[in-house]
């Protein structure tokens, strides 16, 4: 566990430096990587499935990403993605319903596949959530109610 | 906002050119199509027009702006390029746009600021070590050994090495995928072979990390959630098919090693 919160930040760094990440982003940017990767592992551990703890981990990755956009004043997509990519991207299930697929072990294959679709959609539904309440929040305080 | 502050530009055609230029610099580093609506939306209010009409999907930017005599002017541009990631282009377009919606700057100025931010490349140092580290993290993260994470971050700097000067040769992002997983899948199933400690499971897993479209997946669920829905479906298709060549080109490499008892 502690190999996997360690690497999700070092992984997540990784691609801050690929995406040419300004320097002062880059910690709080990889540390989003540990954090999503600490939530997912913790939902894991209440909710079995993969469902429910992939969308609370999107989820909590893309309130991080709006916090820190709102707090630096960036883009929230810069926050985001280093976030999401290591620990949540179906990198796995992706490629072992591709091995199998080979193998011709068609149910494992599908087994796979679902998983890895199970991930994707996971990702989609908890950021959406918190993208369409970061919108309606942005649009509530255009039109001059709250702050 | 500032519509009867700022004076229309005398050459309205050149404001426009010059926000056709931001907005293809924000699709090529990977801004949401939403986001760049929304900057050409606001940019071309502050600098004086009465309306804009802008229509952005990945692959085309369409712009009517209507000044305050009544006069309309559009402009097109076609992209070709699939467009890439960089994240310190992206953020100073946005600042600068934020800044101009705020307090326009002449367009000289702008123009300036422009070309000199679309200029800044990453260090090839960088994303090399950045590709490295990536790759061989996740190759960890899924379990490898430590040998593992190595020989990832080993085949993180090739991957880097051919997305760098290999996709630019490449017809698409289609070919380009199908064809280097096809090479990556044979090499690191050879070194498996050839090194039996290694586990070519892992070391394959990380480094589809870094092939995997992941940054035009999650802005093309975010254009279809809270943006544009067909924008966003033309990119979800998109980088689905870049997906799809991605396991096909692996898939080959297994059948093709398999067939010669690998």
């Not at chain 1, 999503?36 to 981990?57: N, R």
């Not at chain 1, 319903?97 to 994707?120: E, I, K």
């Not at chain 2, 490898?144 to 996709?167: E, K, P, W």
Request: glycine fraction near 8%; aromatic fraction near 8%.
């Amino acid at each position: 566990m502690i190999v996997q919160l360690l690497t999700s930040f070092t992984g997540a760094l990784g691609f801050c430096l690929v995406f040419h990440l300004r320097r002062r982003y880059m910690f709080a940017a990889s540390l989003g990587g540990l954090l999503t990767c600490g939530v997912y592992l913790a939902a894991a551990s209440i909710w079995s499935g993969i469902l429910l703890p992939t969308l609370t981990a999107a989820a909590f990755a893309a309130l991080y990403a709006e916090f820190l956009a709102w707090f630096m004043g960036a883009p929230a997509t810069l926050f985001l993605i280093p976030a999401l990519l290591i620990p949540l991207v179906p990198g796995r299930p992706l490629y072992y319903a591709m091995y199998y697929a080979v193998q011709q072990d068609m149910d494992l294959s599908a087994d796979f596949a679902r998983q890895t679709a199970l991930y994707a959609l996971g990702i989609a539904l908890g950021a959406s959530l918190v993208w369409a309440l970061a919108d309606m929040r942005r649009h509530l305080k255009q039109n001059g109610f709250g702050n | 906002m500032n519509a009867d502050k700022i004076p229309v530009p005398a050459q309205p055609e050149v404001l426009l050119h010059c926000l056709m230029d931001i907005a293809e610099a924000l699709l090529a580093v990977g801004a949401e199509v939403n986001r760049v609506e929304d900057t050409l939306t606001r940019m071309g209010t502050a600098y004086g027009a009465v309306r804009m009409n802008a229509f952005v999907i990945t692959s085309s930017i369409v712009v009517t702006m209507t000044l305050p005599s009544g006069r309309d002017i559009t402009q097109t541009r076609r992209i070709l390029t699939p467009g890439g990631t960089d994240f310190t282009v992206l953020e100073a377009l946005n600042d600068l746009s934020r800044r101009c919606c705020a307090d326009p700057i002449p367009l000289d100025e702008l123009r300036r600021e422009v070309a000199q931010i679309t200029a800044e490349a990453p260090k090839p140092l960088l994303v090399y070590l950045g590709s490295a580290l990536a790759a061989g993290s996740c190759a960890l993260f899924f379990g490898g050994s430590m040998t593992d994470g190595l020989v990832a971050a080993l085949f993180g700097l090739v991957i880097c090495r051919l997305q760098r000067h290999f996709g630019p040769q490449c017809p698409n992002r289609l070919v380009f995928n199908l064809l280097s997983a096809l090479a990556v899948g044979i090499s690191i199933t050879l070194c498996a072979f050839f090194l039996p400690e290694l586990h070519a499971d892992k070391i394959l897993i990380g480094d589809i990390m870094l092939l995997i479209p992941g940054l035009a997946m999650t802005n093309a669920v975010r254009d279809t959630m809270v943006g544009s829905p067909i924008s966003g479906a033309m990119r979800l298709i998109e980088t689905l098919l870049w997906a799809g060549a991605l396991a096909m080109g692996f898939m080959s490499a297994f059948l093709l090693m398999g067939g010669i008892g690998l």
